[in-house]
């Protein structure tokens, strides 16, 4: 048995370690206690950077004292000659390297290593480039590092073309790196703008040199994301343009109603003097469809007057943004009201629009060879369906279908995603459908039985009269404010179980609303329709609230200008 050495016990083992670990703890809790007495005395010496640099040398997510030691460093400025402060803050760098073998993607460490490079008498921001990529090299995809490489480069007047070729070698290393991609879109615009001076945009002879790396890269490997996440960036950089998309004018005797529908949400003010009538200034107030102060696509501008002519032809202007945007309408003698709207060849281009067709057609047909390789592949299934939406949406509306489908099946974790998708498309090509029909003047359009679970584009639907939006899974009326010209509002066979659930509708057309079929079960949802001054037929057949005896009394008290309730005459009690 001599000269055997003694395995321990699994239980002699662990009340070792928890002796070790009781030992530590007192030991990290005296020193805290001893740091945060010298703080509150005030005491900056080298005890302080001591101590500190104890515990932070186990634990460099401890803020606060990091905090301590830039006061330290403060405070010891004033003491000592540029010489020793260089010395101190050299160390200091040395210390922070060996907190970063600690914990790589520490907040707290990589802050203080770049105050302390501001700090300090001299940096080289050059050396700081060669620990980045040291640390890099350990993870490429440590996005704190590319923070502060990005920090660094800029300090050491590193060009944007070294950048671009150092991004090119890390992708080259591993093409499933997020960062490198992210940084490289970031670089694209800056080396190779674009003529037309869009800052988005990029020269398009480099732009098919991205194209052949991001396809070099999921061919490569088609199920890693990073490159197609890349790919969808190229294919969608330009910004939409900002342009009046819609203008309406409504009259009567008493006022004039302004409606105005832009392609992208803007800020108007309330008593901003944009609108003009055959050359006068009109005054009145402008709001959004909501009654709030935020950015919106509709905005309704109300004027007051007491004129009795409607004999006299009149043109409306209207300008925003320092007259950069403007638009006019003329209504015709004897006409209550009149509108233009776009000329929009392609309403709904998803979000690829930055390249021509031509370039989207050969993604496509690079995708479909992918695809005959890997059939299953969900990235490129998804990207052409999206390139199919900005091509031709109603042309590949089946094929899109199809793979929307496929989508559901094969990446079933997000299958709620892909089902919304389908019915946001859905809803897009019937709105398409409308707007390029040859029955301009048909304000009316049927959205049930779609399967709607959220609406969406209804300021595109801000001239209908009638809409239909039955037998969907519509839970809240919120975004039917947008349909500012309606008349006939049909909302049966739905979820309802409230009317709105944000803002009061606020429909000053809205004259017949069906709500039946629902589960609406308290009344007092009846007074989000209190702004609709107009409303004379409701129909709430089949919702549980038609099952109290005074029911009708209830809903008259609440909308006194109701006429007709569930096909019933209401008479006045």
Not at 21 to 28: A, E, G, H, P, T
Request: some cysteine.
């Amino acid at each position: 048995m001599h000269g055997r050495i003694k395995v321990r016990t699994t239980a002699e083992q662990a009340e070792a370690k928890r002796k070790e670990r009781d030992k530590k703890l007192k030991i990290y809790r005296e020193a805290t206690d001893r740091i945060n007495e010298k703080r509150k005395n005030r005491e900056m010496d080298k005890e302080a950077l001591s101590l500190t640099e104890q515990v932070l040398g186990g634990n460099p997510d401890f803020s606060t004292l990091w905090n301590f030691r830039r006061e330290i460093f403060l405070h010891m400025k004033d003491d000592n000659p540029q010489v020793a402060l260089q010395d101190i803050c050299q160390r200091e760098l040395s210390f922070l390297r060996n907190c970063l073998q600690v914990n790589p993607k520490s907040y707290s460490v990589w802050y203080h290593r770049q105050w302390i490079m501001e700090f300090m008498p001299q940096a080289n921001w050059k050396e700081e480039l060669h620990l980045c990529n040291l640390f890099l090299s350990y993870d490429a995809r440590n996005f704190h590092c590319w923070d502060y490489r990005r920090y660094t480069v800029n300090k050491a007047n590193i060009s944007p073309e070294d950048e671009f070729n150092f991004s090119t070698e890390k992708i080259k290393e591993n093409f499933s790196n997020y960062s490198s991609w992210h940084y490289r879109s970031k670089l694209l615009p800056l080396i190779h703008p674009h003529k037309s001076g869009d800052v988005e945009r990029v020269e398009e002879d480099a732009l098919m040199k991205e194209f052949d790396l991001a396809q070099n890269a999921f061919f490569t490997d088609p199920y890693d994301q990073s490159a197609w996440f890349y790919h969808r960036w190229l294919l969608g950089r330009a910004r939409p343009l900002m342009y009046i998309s819609c203008l309406y004018v409504q009259w009567n005797k008493t006022s004039t109603t302004v409606i105005v529908t832009f392609s992208q949400p803007i800020q108007v003010y309330k008593e901003s003097p944009f609108v003009v009538a055959n050359g006068q200034e009109v005054a009145g107030e402008w709001s959004n469809c909501f009654q709030n102060n935020n950015p919106s696509t509709v905005w309704i501008f109300q004027c007051s007057h007491s004129s009795s002519i409607d004999s006299v032809e009149r043109t409306y202007t209207v300008k925003f943004m320092n007259r950069k945007l403007e638009s006019c309408v003329v209504l015709r003698e004897g006409k209550s009201e009149a509108w233009t709207s776009a000329n929009e060849s392609h309403l709904f281009r998803a979000e690829l629009t930055a390249v021509h067709c031509s370039v989207l057609q050969q993604e496509l047909d690079s995708c479909r060879l992918l695809l005959q390789e890997e059939p299953d592949n969900k990235w490129t299934m998804l990207t052409m369906v999206l390139l199919m939406r900005a091509l031709d949406p109603l042309k590949h509306e089946q094929e899109t279908n199809l793979f929307l489908e496929k989508l559901v099946q094969v990446d079933g974790f997000r299958k709620g995603y892909y089902r919304d998708l389908r019915r946001k498309f859905q809803l897009e090509n019937v709105i398409e459908r409308h707007h390029s029909s040859k029955e301009k003047g048909d304000r009316a359009i049927d959205l049930s039985n779609m399967d709607l679970t959220y609406l969406s584009h209804m300021d595109q639907l801000v001239l209908m009269k009638e809409v239909n939006l039955s037998q969907n899974q519509l839970s809240s009326l919120d975004e039917c404010n947008l349909l500012q010209c309606v008349k006939i509002l049909n909302a049966s066979k739905n979820d309802l179980c409230c009317i709105t659930k944000r803002n009061a509708l606020r429909l000053g057309t809205l004259e017949d609303l069906s709500l039946a079929d629902n589960n609406i079960s308290h009344l007092d949802c009846l007074k989000s329709l209190q702004y609709c001054s107009r409303l004379k037929k409701l129909d709430l057949r089949g919702n549980p609230c038609c099952q109290s005896a005074s029911y009708r009394h209830e809903v008259k008290s609440i909308l006194v200008n109701l006429q007709e309730l569930d096909e019933q005459q209401i008479h006045p009690s």
